[in-house]
């Protein structure tokens, strides 16, 4: 089983730079023991059951408990049928390009 | 306190045509309590707390047991400072068009 | 063919409440002349081609000239092989509830 | 000026592997020109200009000419007031972890 996600949080209402939210929300990614990978636009999480992905992403958005409003993406690739592995989802598609 | 959620579950693999599947997970919801509306693109779901929101959507899409693929897009407005209602958002861009 | 789309735009840093934006992106895409439909958690729009949806997409977002920083999320659905129709969509999952 | 889009694009219907489809659209993107970074859950495109950002995903889902329907999901960091950077944005998170 695989539950992996894309998840961004952003703050509204909050001034224009978000990045000392972002890394505060990060942190408790880190700190959760999944897999996690920082992107550009976002960051990667994977765990082996959606549940526990899900308990992640709410804790790291509640951890912002003085911004008034929060806008919370999520793309979710969940897998029953196998073990995911971050590395192995980008390789299956350099080897194709 | 109000976290509105837009979520589209997606089976992969399990054919063009997804409305038998979208319909199962959107009973869960239907039958969760929370506000809700469905759209053409997703469904709108609303609860006071994220984490009610979350477990909903957890549990919509672990209802599809037999597919081996999900993908689940979720987009959240989580405003600590204010009750939501899924009228008063629509109302106040429409007021303002 | 449908390419149905459903998009959000949010300025970042413009303060906590963005009706007065959105309704100004919503207004580009009523006069689109493509079907729309305005939900609590974004915008449904349809047109035969991705490429003029996307223009439409473009167009909103570039209304909000003003705006440094814009949080902009689409979900398409893209079907080559029928027409789409936002009611159909809904009618679909509602008649298996 | 900068447009930073996360973007994935997954057709259904096709199967539960959609990687040889995936890597199509991603040569599409790698052949643009724009900076693009490949991640287990997307691949990061950035343009100085949204619509150009617009015009390769276009391209890169119409390349997928045989595939019925395909999902597209988009999020975009739309900065006027700024050049961009991948890198830029991990670092200024990275730095105050």
Redesign the interface.
């Known amino acids: 089983m695989s539950a992996?996600?894309?998840v961004?949080i952003?703050p509204?209402?909050d001034?224009?730079?978000?990045?000392?939210y972002?890394?505060?929300a990060?942190?408790v990614i880190?700190e959760s023991g999944l897999e996690w990978?920082?992107?550009?636009?976002?960051t990667?999480i994977?765990g082996d059951r959606?549940?526990d992905v899900?308990?992640v992403?709410?804790k790291a958005?509640?951890i912002l408990?003085e911004?008034?409003?929060?806008?919370?993406?999520?793309?979710?690739?969940?897998?029953?049928?196998r073990a995911g592995g971050?590395?192995k989802?980008?390789k299956?598609?350099?080897?194709?390009?």
Chains 1, 2, 3, 4 share one sequence.
């Open positions: 992996m996600a894309f961004s952003t509204l209402g001034g224009e730079s978000v990045s000392c972002v890394s505060r990060v942190k880190k990978q920082l992107t550009p636009m976002g990667i994977e959606l549940e899900l308990a992403i709410n958005s509640e408990e911004c008034n409003r929060l806008s919370i993406s999520i793309k979710i690739d969940y897998r029953r049928d971050l590395d989802k980008v299956s598609v350099l080897e194709k390009l």
